[in-house]
């Protein structure tokens, strides 16, 4: 069954430095997404992709946060200068289209100290 | 008004049981409702979606009951087992030109004792 798959699972990274997280979502899916959970609350939406350039984004999503899509398989969320408060889980999720399924990834917990 | 608000934080339920979790929405442009069911260290997965055209639908020993007046919809969980307990969010987006986001209530975290 494919899947979306998200590397690092787990990254711990100093305060104020640049962080990139990677998905790889399903081959035939049009539509990205990055979420964030922080620990016991819940998801949260940061930002939709669709046709190399951002749909919708949320207030989270402010000038720190970039998402790129450098080839045709990986889709990344880069944070600039990480500050303690975005220690949280990170999940990408992809769609084939508006209105169908989400799938989203396993996670990437990213812990900044 | 983009809120979903999603009860209770906590279910402790037999097995064998009914498990009900409720959600309520303001927000009237919404017009898709998915449930996702999330293990410990793993991503959200659908469990089960409606639109408010139906009121109810059914996969299985889930169920989505859907009141459009009421702007509330709710999943039961028929004949609960361990391997359910996990957390459970629901969800709710609008209709929009672009691919538009989930936005998700607070989760429920559901545990089913034998």
């Known amino acids: 069954e494919p899947e979306v798959t998200q590397t690092p699972s787990h990254q711990v990274t100093q305060m104020g430095q640049e962080v990139i997280l990677r998905c790889v979502p399903i081959?035939?899916?049009?539509?990205f997404y990055w979420y964030r959970q922080i620990l016991g609350q819940k998801v949260e939406f940061l930002v939709s992709?669709?046709?190399?350039?951002?749909?919708?984004k949320s207030e989270i999503f402010d000038d720190q946060f970039s998402v790129e899509r450098p080839d045709g398989s990986n889709f990344t969320l880069k944070i600039r200068s990480t500050k303690l408060e975005d220690s949280a889980m990170y999940f990408c999720?992809?769609?084939?289209?508006?209105?169908?399924?989400?799938?989203f990834g396993q996670g990437t917990r990213l812990t900044v100290v | 008004q983009q809120q979903v608000k999603q009860s209770p934080q906590s279910l402790i339920v037999q097995k064998g049981g009914i498990s009900i979790i409720n959600c309520a929405y303001e927000?009237?442009?919404?017009?898709?409702f998915p449930w996702y069911q999330q293990f410990p260290g793993k991503g959200p997965a659908l469990l089960i979606a409606?639109?408010?055209?139906?009121s109810e639908k059914k996969e299985g020993r889930f169920t989505i009951s859907f009141n459009k007046s009421a702007k509330q919809f709710s999943l039961h969980i028929m004949d609960s087992q361990p391997g359910d307990s996990a957390t459970y969010f629901c969800?709710?987006?609008?209709?929009?030109?672009?691919?538009?986001?989930?936005?998700f209530g607070k989760g429920t975290r559901l545990s089913v004792i034998a």
């Open positions: 081959s035939n899916h049009l539509y």
């Open positions: 927000n009237t442009a919404f017009d898709y």
């Open positions: 969800a709710a987006s609008r209709p929009n030109s672009g691919n538009t986001p989930l936005v």
């Open positions: 999720a992809s769609s084939s289209g508006r209105r169908t399924e989400a799938f």
């Open positions: 992709f669709y046709n190399n350039e951002i749909s919708e």
């Open positions: 409606i639109r408010p055209d139906v």
